[in-house]
């Protein structure tokens, strides 16, 4: 794993937030081994400056934002929340012991995908890097160029507005998905509940306007055509 891991991050940024010092060194340490640029934080606060003077400087967000959950000043998820109001497509990684279902409600409302759950190992950490990391790699995947400034990776199932990635929630990836597939075209309001349904997912036509509102905010300039009583239709 470790030189395909280093060719996928060699290029990328990462913050990492913990307050342990003695655990932050440790796995700081192993990050440095794999990714171009690591920064670390003590606490939320110090993480959350400096994220905003990595961006002002730099002019663009670390590519990933590994962070404990549970930190003095600001916690774990104070920081994402912070973080969200300024560049919601920022791709976060949560470190926690908490496995209850109150939490991972939380995480899932954040549209956050990715966890390590403690105690920490540095292959439980390089295991999850790595799923991240593809998404970051696009050189052998199938690419849709929808416009300039919008991609869609049919290999990844992944969305980039100006190369940066779009997360989505579940049910709006699957609604792009199918989409993409009638780029130009009307897709019927009946292919997009048969879409779901082959995805193992019950949805109604009420859930399908409330996709699209979303995915008219997430996704900058998308135009998603709403043909009524028939389907939608994605276009430039």
């Known amino acids: 794993m ?6 996928k991050c060699k290029n990328l940024s990462i913050l990492f937030v913990e307050d342990y ?14 990714f171009g640029e690591v920064h670390t934080a003590l606490n939320g606060k110090e993480g959350l400056e400096i994220y905003e003077n990595y961006q002002e400087k730099n002019g663009k967000p670390f590519d990933i ?31 926690s012991a908490h496995q209850n279902p109150k939490y991972l409600i939380e995480y899932i409302n954040l549209d956050i995908l990715y966890f390590i ?30 416009s300039d400034s919008l991609t869609w990776n049919k290999t990844k199932k992944s969305i980039f507005y100006n190369k ?41 036509q009420d859930n399908i306007r409330n996709m699209v509102v979303r995915l008219r905010k997430k996704i900058p300039n998308i135009k998603i055509i709403n043909i009524y009583g028939i389907g939608y239709k994605l276009k430039i």
Request: proline content about 5%; hydrophobic content about 45%.
């Open 21 to 34: 010092l003695p655990l932050q060194k440790k796995i700081a340490s192993v990050l440095c081994d794999y």
């Open 65 to 95: 934002v590994m962070t404990d959950y549970e930190m003095p000043k600001l916690t774990g998820i104070e920081l994402i929340k912070a973080i969200k109001e300024e560049n919601e497509n920022q791709v976060f990684i949560v470190i």
């Open 117 to 146: 759950p403690k105690p920490l190992s540095p292959e439980n950490i390089l295991s999850v890097l790595s799923k991240v990391s593809d998404k970051f790699d696009s050189s052998k995947d199938e690419l849709v160029h929808i």
């Open 164 to 204: 940066e990635l779009v997360i989505l929630a579940k049910y709006d990836l699957l609604l792009f998905e199918i989409l993409v597939e009638y780029f130009g075209l009307i897709c019927p309001i009946d292919k997009i509940l048969d879409y779901f349904y082959l995805n193992n997912e019950d949805v109604k």
């Open 2 to 7: 470790g030189q395909l891991l280093y060719r």
